[in-house]
């Protein structure tokens, strides 16, 4: 069933929630917001365009998905808590079928993160997908790329590298993104790759504690090389340290998993500096949110992103 433009936007904003901090919803010219006092807004807006930020066959339910975990990551990235946002939307068809199953990934997660959809804009074009989020932060508290200080430790949540490493077995023809992957570790990273996990709580429990903060959409080394440059210093990385999967190493290899974890993109994994003297807090914050944190360097006066053995750091030199 094809749609007309007004019947499409009716589809979007029946799956929409109020709340009390916003005045008006999705249907005026536009919104009306409550911001939180004593707070600082934090805005971000990404796209995602098919073919390019993800295969054309990608289930519109995964790209739904996608589009707003991408911005909830930058949101956790400065350590915002997920307020409301909008969506712009350029389609080739207006489809029943396809805005349904995309609006089931989306407001999987929008309703998880209690993040609401306050507007947007609906055009006829190429597939892409465009958010604008906003998130709240006290102020004072945000997690900024230029705070690092020599001294500090260098962790990264989770496990870098399978998002990569699904996207090179789909390339090489051996995982679809259209359907399950029979053997569980090829699974698993297919569903690193199309269902990134926005690391929200994460980030708000880093507020006071880390000096800066990014999130790995680029690469680790390409997204630490930012802290670095901007921060004013040099950051030291043990390749051995950084975390690999299981899955990913079993299906692709130790080698090219170490590769992937190191420049691949996708990952949405914080990467973030703290003091030292923050390990045994951060272990508990480790802990509360069952989520691994690794230490995988530290900072020292100088310049650039340093990992000696691995050879990945040529490719990231010319960022420099
Ligand atoms: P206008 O002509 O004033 O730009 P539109 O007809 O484009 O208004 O949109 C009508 C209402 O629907 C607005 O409140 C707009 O924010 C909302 N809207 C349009 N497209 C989307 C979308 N893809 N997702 C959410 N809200 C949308
Ligand atoms: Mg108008």
């Given at each position: 069933m094809s749609l007309a433009e007004f019947a499409l936007i009716e589809r979007i904003r029946a799956r929409s929630k109020g709340r009390e901090d916003i005045v008006l919803g999705i249907g005026d010219d536009a919104a009306l917001l409550q911001p939180l006092a004593g707070h600082w807004l934090a805005v971000t807006a990404d796209t995602l365009n098919s073919g390019v930020h993800f295969p054309a066959e990608t289930r519109p339910a995964d790209i739904g998905w996608k589009t707003l975990a991408v911005n909830l990551s930058d949101l956790a990235a400065m350590g915002a808590t997920p307020a409301w946002g909008t969506l712009a939307l350029s389609l080739p068809s207006a489809e029943a079928e396809w805005i349904d199953a995309f609006a089931d990934g989306f407001f999987a997660l929008a309703d998880a993160h209690d993040w609401r959809l306050i507007g947007g804009d609906t055009t006829r074009g190429p597939l892409s997908l465009s958010v604008t989020a906003f998130g709240h932060v006290p102020q004072g508290q945000a997690l900024r790329r230029d705070g690092a200080q020599a001294g500090d430790d260098v962790w990264v949540s989770g496990t870098l590298g399978d998002a990569a490493g699904a996207l090179q077995l789909w390339q090489r023809g051996t995982?679809?993104?259209t359907h399950p992957a029979a053997d569980a570790d090829m699974e698993f990273l297919r569903q690193r790759l199309l269902r990134p996990t926005p690391r929200v709580a994460l980030g708000t429990a880093l507020?006071?504690?880390?000096?800066a903060a990014v999130d790995i959409s680029d690469g680790l080394l390409a997204d630490l090389g930012h802290i670095a440059a901007v921060s004013g210093v040099a950051v030291h990385l043990n390749?051995?340290?950084v975390p690999c999967s299981a899955s990913t190493e079993r299906v692709i290899g130790r080698e090219a998993a170490r590769q992937c974890a190191l420049s691949g993109g996708d990952d949405y994994e914080l990467c973030f500096t703290a003091s030292p003297s923050c390990r045994a807090a951060l272990a508990e914050i480790a802990y509360r949110l069952s989520l691994d944190i690794t230490r995988i360097g530290h900072v020292a006066s100088g310049a650039g992103v340093h990992c000696p053995g691995s050879h990945a750091r040529q490719g990231y030199a010319h960022f420099l």
């Open positions: 995982l679809q993104v507020r006071g504690i880390a000096t390749a051995e340290l």
